[in-house]
């Protein structure tokens, strides 16, 4: 099955600790995302990348950092440096001319 | 503020006709989307129109643009309370843009 995959689905840290989260995609997509979701608000875009070795901020990005050495992997660091992490975040992905993002199940990070 | 604005909230009885509306700010916007989302779940498409088209009808779904407006609306017709979730719309340019999602209640 092609699909977008992000684990673990729940994540509990402390704070002051850097914690990075998993996205794989086989659907063969040249574009990821990365947006996080608080309650009762859209989504809020923290870095994207458009092809392998490349990736630009996105509106959120400070306290994150990102890396694209393979096409089907974008991991996303929340580091310390991030305010307020509890959230839920969410990977996407997606080719030009084709309709999308599509995206994945998301996870959702609790720092006690 | 939002570039991408919608209402929060819906409530319709089952079997009734939902309509979600969205206003968008770019008018260079090539795609425009609907997006729903189930609790603690990712986003699934729902459906999407390119900006050169009225309208699209996908079995329940129909899909409203007015370019001159900037407006764009969902409308689900037979409401099932499976239907119940937060929709959300997007604008598509050299970025995507979301509005804050409009969550529907579907009361039997």
């Known amino acids: 099955d092609g699909g977008i995959t992000q684990s673990p689905k729940y994540l509990f840290r402390k704070e002051g600790q850097n914690v990075t989260l998993s996205c794989e995609q086989n659907l063969n997509h040249d574009a990821m995302y990365w947006y996080r979701q608080d309650p009762g608000q859209g989504l809020r875009l923290i870095y994207y990348s458009q092809i392998v070795n490349d990736f630009q901020k996105g509106d959120i990005a400070e306290g994150y950092s990102v890396s694209r050495e393979k096409k089907e992997s974008f991991p996303l660091t929340v580091t310390s440096a991030q305010k307020n992490p509890t959230a839920f975040y969410l990977c996407a992905s997606s080719d030009p001319g084709t309709p999308g993002p599509f995206f994945g199940p998301g996870t959702r990070l609790t720092v006690l | 503020g939002e570039d991408v604005e919608q209402s929060l909230f819906l409530s319709v009885r089952e079997g009734d006709s939902s309509v979600i509306n969205c206003t968008y700010t770019?008018?260079?916007?090539?795609?425009l989307y609907w997006y729903k989302q189930e609790p603690g779940a990712g986003l699934q498409l729902l459906t999407y129109?390119?900006?050169?088209?009225d309208m699209k009808q996908d079995q329940r779904l129909t899909v409203l643009l007015n370019k001159k407006d900037k407006h764009l609306s969902l409308r689900i017709a037979d409401t099932q309370t499976g239907d119940s979730a937060i929709y959300f719309c997007a604008e598509v340019n050299n970025d995507m843009r979301f509005g804050a999602g409009t969550r529907l209640t579907v009361k039997p």
């Open positions: 770019d008018s260079s916007s090539t795609y």
């Open positions: 129109i390119f900006s050169n088209m």
